[in-house]
């Protein structure tokens, strides 16, 4: 009889490879998993390391990013399979092709909020005088699809931004665009753009009968929607996704 193969949709950043400052010790260069146009390189540790092997090698690994597919493609791992990219908007078959279909949906979800970005934009800037903030309207085939805002110092200057952006958009939560926060990453993207709506659909499309064992892995709280679509989730220890259960348990 012959094995099938789980399916293991994965979060990148912070689950399988980080950037070296968020490691206890200095980076190996060979563990080196993603070039970063900043500096700010990303590594796997060799456990981080070995189990991607394992997990690329054994099952069908998918991975599910907030990551353009530009950046995506300065990652260094073999993937072999579908990718998930900008938090669900794009999706690239196994020959890294665009998804057509998934794509015009994108086109059809993020059309109604480009004016919204472009304002977004222009608020921001006003804001960022001392040059402080890093914010950027994310692009896929000519069609923005998320807005993120990053600090270069002090994550507390995103609080300002992210007061200043509730008022702008209806409330924290609930508004005129679903908010993402985590760390020293701020981001607002359209309610139906999202990973887990990207995980629903290839689940129909690869594995419609759910033959398959169907893993989860990721470690931000934004993972956990798409996390639960699957049969098992995987949270790497000491994240924010980590911390948000211990916190409920105490």
């Known amino acids: 009889m012959s094995l099938i193969k789980p399916i293991v949709f994965s979060d990148l950043d912070d689950t399988i490879f980080q950037t070296s400052r968020k490691m206890a010790g200095a980076p190996d260069e060979a563990l080196k998993a993603s070039h970063a ?18 997990l690329n090698a054994s099952t069908r690994f998918i991975p599910v990013t907030a990551r353009s597919t530009e950046a995506l493609s300065r990652c260094s791992l073999p993937f072999k399979d579908y990718q998930i990219a900008s938090n669900g908007a794009v999706i690239l078959t196994p020959e890294g092709a665009l998804d057509e279909d998934w794509m015009a949906r994108t086109r059809d979800i993020c059309k109604a909020k480009e004016q919204l ?76 753009i999202s990973k887990k709506s990207a995980v629903d659909y290839l689940i129909e499309k690869i594995s419609p009968t759910r033959d398959q064992p169907i893993w989860g892995m990721g470690d931000s709280i934004t993972d956990l929607p798409f996390m639960e679509s699957c049969d098992m989730m995987v949270i790497p220890t000491e994240t924010q996704l980590h911390k948000t259960f211990k916190k409920g348990m105490n």
């Open 37 to 54: 146009l900043n500096g700010s390189h990303s590594y796997m540790t060799q456990r981080q390391s070995a189990a991607f092997e394992w």
């Open 117 to 192: 970005f472009t304002d977004m934009a222009v608020k921001i800037e006003e804001m960022n005088e001392d040059g402080g903030l890093r914010h950027w309207i994310v692009d896929e085939q000519m069609c923005g699809v998320y807005y993120c805002v990053k600090s270069n110092g002090d994550e507390a200057r995103l609080d300002e931004v992210q007061f200043v952006m509730e008022g702008m958009l209806g409330g924290p939560d609930g508004g005129l665009l679903f908010k993402h926060r985590n760390g020293n990453n701020l981001a607002y993207m359209p309610h139906d």
